[in-house]
T-cell receptor, first 120, second 114 residues
Framework: AQKITQTQPGMFVQEKEAVTLDCTYDTSDQSYGLFWYKQPSSGEMIFLIYQGSYDEQNATEGRYSLNFQKARKSANLVISASQLGDSAMYFCAMREGRIEYGGSQGNLIFGKGTKLSVKP | DAGVTQSPTHLIKTRGQQVTLRCSPISGHKSVSWYQQVLGQGPQFIFQYYEKEERGRGNFPDRFSARQFPNYSSELNVNALLLGDSALYLC?????????????FGSGTRLTVV
């Protein structure tokens, strides 16, 4: 069965420093997608970054980058130059199921999340 | 453009009651998914609808049901509420039928069962 593991319940980082949030996954599929979401206290899940299993380069989106190591089945999120507004829960997720044209898009399996606190 | 909107934002129900949660996707989005997030856990998939048809169902009892309307909005119904149904219920919508970029989530409905 597919599974996402986030081993860091909580992380602290000093403002303006970089931080790495760990994520490992388990799947027998050759084609899959990995996502990171941010969830502030308001509850909304905010999409940060996506990595496809066949993407050769690590994904980057502004201050976010994904350190994708396929052989180790890890997809760590790196946040550079942390800001106070980055304090939130962060979830790693994997798309489960086949994507069928005009049909199923698959659903997301989430880890338990990491609570990031940025200190001034 | 409005994002994914969910109503109500908060809800308190008694055990055994029924509840209906509503979701309006981003304009033009044809796919809607529902997730349950219990306190301290990641969201768990409940249903996916695309073009008004059920495309996926998670491991939830038959007390949970959903539907999608012609305007692509969706309702999630939960019957015979249990204390364990207390959670944040998230709705997510997606533009393309083969989107590889996940979904846009709403802010959720916080359901408390007492």
């Amino acid at each position: 069965a597919q599974k996402i593991t986030q081993t860091q319940p909580g992380m602290f980082v000093q403002e303006k420093e970089a931080v790495t949030l760990d994520c490992t996954y388990d799947t027998s599929d050759q084609s899959y997608g990995l996502f990171w979401y941010k969830q502030p206290s308001s509850g909304e899940m905010i999409f940060l970054i996506y990595q496809g299993s066949y993407d050769e380069q690590n994904a980057t989106e502004g201050r976010y980058s994904l350190n994708f190591q396929k052989a180790r089945k890890s997809a760590n999120l790196v946040i550079s130059a942390s800001q106070l507004g980055d304090s939130a829960m962060y979830f790693c997720a994997m798309r489960e199921g086949r994507i069928e044209y005009g049909g199923s898009q698959g659903n997301l399996i989430f880890g338990k999340g990491t609570k990031l606190s940025v200190k001034p | 453009d409005a994002g994914v909107t969910q109503s109500p934002t908060h809800l308190i129900k008694t055990r055994g009651q029924q509840v209906t949660l509503r979701c309006s996707p981003i304009s033009g989005h044809k796919s809607v998914s529902w997730y349950q997030q219990v306190l301290g856990q990641g969201p768990q998939f409940i249903f996916q609808y695309y073009e008004k048809e059920e495309r996926g169902r998670g491991n939830f009892p038959d007390r949970f049901s959903a539907r999608q309307f012609p305007n692509y909005s969706s309702e999630l119904n939960v019957n015979a509420l249990l204390l364990g149904d207390s959670a944040l219920y998230l709705c997510a919508s997606s533009l393309r039928d083969t989107s590889n970029y996940g979904y846009t989530f709403g802010s959720g409905t916080r359901l408390t069962v007492v």
